[in-house]
């Protein structure tokens, strides 16, 4: 194998002419020069200089070697200092997919914070609702997924070959018409009679499993994947809702107001990555701003 070092070495024998001059602009001694030349043939498998006297000269094998080395090295410094850059966050790329209400709350305040300290890092945005957005960090479709889980649900994740980063606890909280009788604390079995409005199919699951814990079956007149949308028509009196607090936070309700629902049902925001692109550093950067921005979210 054709090693970096040598061809340097190379190169600098062709421009001076001799091991010794080589040697005192490598800033080397002769004989660690003529070494590496001959490993350097060795590797080749054929001379590479013919030696005269003081003198050398390359072989046909020798020029040709140094004709590539200008480009192999020159192609090799760029892609040290390219490397360089990403390992120091002066440059790099994270490919992030996020649910939409994380897109529309946490993801913003991450983004803008790493921007700030690292203006050399780019991060692309999709938005996926888990599990999918889990496949695509498995599929190598993204680096990191912003994810979430909800807490004793029957087809809970598995995520042990993942690094899992704990973001925050999101509660579920009723959202009920502006003029609803139901105020304050409640519990889930209050809404036993009322038609529902439901959101994305993971959180349809878990409405049904809930209210079926309660004892009743939940009437669900309207079914929708955008949060907006919910809390629209919940806001015209078409019926009641249990959303995530990110996602109430991420829409001024209009004509709706919210209740609490005891007991407590919280998802589980966390932020996913695989063990090596951990130790990318324009990753474990993002993984720290998402959890800074989640500190900021749940202060509030």
Do not use: N
Not at 74 to 100: C, D, Q, Y
Not at 153 to 167: G, I, M, S, Y
Not at 280 to 294: F, I, K, Q
């Amino acid at each position: 194998m054709i090693e970096a070092r040598h061809l340097r070495v190379l190169r600098a024998v062709a421009a001076t002419g001799s091991f010794s001059a080589a040697a005192r602009e490598l800033g080397c001694t002769q004989p660690a020069v003529s070494q590496q030349m001959k490993a350097l043939e060795s590797s080749a498998g054929t001379p590479l200089l013919i030696r005269t006297g003081r003198e050398m000269r390359l072989t046909q094998a020798g020029e040709a070697l140094v004709r590539h080395a200008a480009g192999i090295l020159a192609g090799l410094t760029a892609a040290e200092e390219e490397v360089a850059a990403i390992a120091g966050l002066r440059a790099g790329r994270v490919r992030l997919v996020s649910f939409p209400s994380g897109s529309s709350t946490l993801v913003p305040t991450a983004l803008a914070a790493l921007r700030a300290e690292h203006p050399g890092t780019r991060v692309s945005l999709v938005e996926a609702e888990p599990p999918r957005s889990v496949e695509m960090l498995r599929e190598g479709d993204c680096d990191v997924a912003l994810a979430f889980r909800y807490e004793g649900a029957q087809a809970a994740e598995d995520w042990d070959d993942l690094v899992v980063r704990p973001l925050l606890a999101d509660r579920l909280v009723g959202l009920v018409p502006e003029g609803h009788a139901l105020r304050g604390s409640v519990t889930i079995d209050a809404f036993a009679d009322e038609p529902w409005i439901a959101g994305c199919p993971r959180c349809r699951r878990q409405l049904v499993e809930v209210c079926r814990s309660a004892g009743f079956a939940p009437r669900i007149d309207f079914a929708t994947d955008d949060y907006p949308a919910v809390i629209g028509l919940v806001g015209a009196g078409l019926g009641v809702a249990v959303l995530p607090e990110l996602a109430i936070e991420s829409v001024r309700p209009k004509g709706a107001r919210t209740v609490t629902v005891e007991p407590a049902v919280q998802r589980e925001i966390v932020a996913l990555t695989l063990p090596d692109l951990a130790q990318v550093p324009a990753v474990a950067a993002t993984l720290d701003h998402l959890a800074r921005a989640a500190d900021k979210a749940a202060a509030r």
